[in-house]
């Protein structure tokens, strides 16, 4: 009978180690005890006695949270990177502790072996469209937590760039996405107002902008998509890279090459003699009139996304991540900017809470809600980019928010994310510009919302189309 239990105990543990969700929970579960041990060895002192007995005392470094954390997430793999990158790159949104620890994974990533990619290649463009790929460069151009990139030429001479997905990350990622779902429930029932924070739809959020980065040929659609929207509205010198039909699967993405420097370069900007503020201005009225007109835009415009190209055009790189907006709610993206830039705190309370909506069964202090609205957004219309501290606005948003139980739109979050990208940019190639002031911007964001408001009727729905 012993023998029988023990066989039945032991099949079972090994069919957990075959299963990719009961796999994952024990890499989870035994790196959270690695982690919560090392924890304890540092608050008890045992942890530097024993730097100081094997002679390293002089490189202890206290283990806070961050870095537990930090290093968790890289000793589970891609999923976790990338969330954690997400955190390095959400300043304002995440406690800057957590987002400058986190910096530490965006270029940490260990690429996978280039047989692999040859492998992928093989299988995903069969062997006639992978032969068109020639002079590959084994050496990765880059290498994400998701994919990695190599540059290539066409069998017609075309200097291209093709992302390769890691080997099985859908089914790893997959796995993850149901632990971090959990551990999320888990979150929002033991922590205080963390149903503000809504960590389970931050999760699913997370999933969902996931399951569309694993899945090029969705990201080649908004490639496509872009370049479609920018031939719409003239803007002939800002664009994305081209996919090359028949060359894009899965797990496989072959696009032209952009030949340029990131925005972030600034002295290289300087050297070339480029008007950086002017590039600045031409990339953010694009991508605004993409979320007013379209409801579609870049959700991730980080600085090697963003880049000013040999040929003096503007490129929007890696279209994995993008905001999506229905008409109702770029009706009220409208009503927000409108309200915002005029300083009509009323009318963006109640855009807020029509979006967001409250968590409270007791009535929402309407005045008291404005009034803070006002303190804290204020600034945006007095300073320069210089002068605007985004790290302490964000969080400013959220106190407010928490304040009067409130749940901040994640739309609006996305969109001040990507301006706290503009943000950086703007204070070293424009300090003294401010998006809500300035006359280039303003008096063209303004005849772009009357545009798009004209598309609406009063009630705030599309109108219908006249009949031929």
Not at 13 to 39: H, M, Q
Request: aromatic content about 12%; proline content about 4%; some cysteine.
């Amino acid at each position: 009978m012993l023998w029988y239990v023990l066989a039945v105990v032991g099949a079972l543990f090994l069919l957990s180690l075959i299963l990719p969700v009961t796999r994952r929970v024990w890499a989870f579960t035994l790196f959270t005890w690695k982690y919560i041990g090392l924890w304890l060895l540092d608050v008890t002192r045992l942890r530097l006695v024993w730097f100081k007995l094997t002679g390293k005392g002089d490189k202890y470094r206290r283990l806070g949270r961050p870095v537990l954390l930090r290093k968790f997430c890289e000793d589970m793999g891609p999923t976790f990177i990338k969330f954690g990158q997400i955190i390095a790159s959400s300043a304002g949104l995440f406690p800057d502790a957590y987002v400058k620890e986190f910096a530490k994974v965006l270029d940490r990533v260990r690429p996978f072996p280039f047989p692999e990619v040859q492998k992928i290649l093989q299988e995903d463009l069969g062997p006639e469209r992978a032969a068109r790929l020639t002079k590959i460069v084994e050496k990765p151009l880059a290498s994400a937590s998701i994919a990695q990139v190599h540059t290539a030429e066409l069998d017609d001479g075309t200097q291209v760039v093709f992302k390769v997905q890691r080997p099985g990350i859908d089914k790893r990622c997959a796995a993850d996405m149901k632990i971090m779902r959990f551990m999320a429930r888990v979150l929002s029932k033991l922590k205080r107002d963390a149903e503000l924070a809504n960590p389970v739809g931050v999760i699913d959020d997370f999933t969902a902008t996931l399951s569309e980065e694993l899945d090029f040929r969705k990201e080649a659609a908004n490639l496509s998509r872009f370049n479609e929207i920018m031939k719409e509205l003239g803007h002939g010198n800002i664009h994305a890279p081209v996919p090359h039909d028949g060359l894009v699967t899965k797990r496989v993405l072959v696009m032209t090459r952009f030949s340029g420097v990131r925005v972030d370069q600034y002295d290289e900007i300087a050297r070339r003699g480029i008007n950086g503020e002017e590039k600045l201005v031409a990339g953010l009225r694009a991508w605004f009139q993409c979320v007013v007109f379209y409801g579609f835009f870049h959700g991730d415009v980080h600085a090697g996304n963003l880049m000013l190209l040999d040929d003096g055009d503007i490129g929007f790189l890696d279209f994995g991540i993008v905001g999506r907006f229905d008409d109702g709610q770029r009706f009220l993206v409208t009503d927000y900017m409108i309200a915002f830039s005029s300083g009509n705190y009323k009318r963006l309370a109640e855009v807020i809470v029509e979006m967001g909506g409250t968590l409270s069964q007791q009535k929402l202090d309407m005045d008291a809600f404005i009034k803070d609205l006002g303190e804290t957004y204020s600034p945006l219309l007095k300073l320069s980019f210089a002068e605007v501290n985004y790290a302490d606005f964000l969080p400013g948003i959220q106190r407010t928010a928490t304040k009067h139980r409130v749940r901040m739109p994640k739309e609006f979050i996305l969109i001040t994310k990507q301006l706290l990208y503009f943000d950086r940019y703007a204070k070293a190639l424009a300090p003294k510009l401010n998006v809500f002031t300035d006359p280039r911007l303003i008096f063209s964001m303004m005849a772009d919302i009357q545009k798009v408001r004209a598309q609406f009727g009063a009630d705030g729905k599309p109108k219908a189309k006249a009949s031929a």
